[in-house]
């Protein structure tokens, strides 16, 4: 089967995905609908755009799940390629033999397997390897990858010592992204503990209705409460984004 080049710049939902999301949306719209109206016909107008709007709303996190997969395993990759270079192996050689042993690590189904072997399908067609590398890092978006073709590029053009250049520039890359995977590691509880936040005020409302049958009745009865608990939604969603934002690093 020919390999298939991937755009990283767009993220599609499957069928699966938009009905698991849209589904995971309705259920939220319920829990909404329950815990700030009490109300049928408030859970029906919600669930229609909850079942639109989540799973766009996580198109956009796999989106950003994937590139930073392709980060990581690209750094592994380069690591490899350097060792198959340090090796003896000339640059086309190192690639399919990194191909191979990429296999091994990730699956045939890995990200960076299947840009190894597009890579290594484009040489095959007489496309100059450095000109296969520059397509991957533009339909990546990630510096590193661009940074690294760019240097594959010069370096093929200036015919200096290759395998030594390539091999300096996977480590200084390779320790860059490290980095990178180090500090997201470390935020990473932080994520985790907003996560835990966002939820406490369903469980605090839910247990007090439990415990207090009709503590909240007020709430729920007349204009005054309704409007109440409409802010109350739209500070607890604004609390949510602002958290969001707060825990995105850019690196």
Known sequence: ???????????????AEWIKYG???ILLAGVAAYIFYRSAIIFIILAVPAAVLYPIYKRQELFDARK????????EGITVLASALSAGYSL??????STE????????NSL???EFEYIDHRVSMNIPIELAWQEFADRSGIDDIRNFAQVLKVAKRSGGELNTIIMRTADTIGDKIQIKEEILTQTSAKVFEQKVMSVIPVVIVIYIEITSPGFFDVMYDGIVGRIVMTGCLITYIAAIWLGNKILEIEI
């Open 23 to 25: 589904i995971i949306g």
């Open 1 to 15: 089967m020919q390999p298939q080049a991937t755009d990283y710049s767009v993220y599609e939902l499957s069928a």
């Open 101 to 108: 042993e990429l296999t091994v690590l990730y699956g045939e």
């Open 68 to 75: 930073r997969k392709l980060s990581a395993e690209f750094r």
């Open 112 to 114: 960076i397997v299947k």
């Open 92 to 97: 086309e050689n190192a690639m399919t033999e």
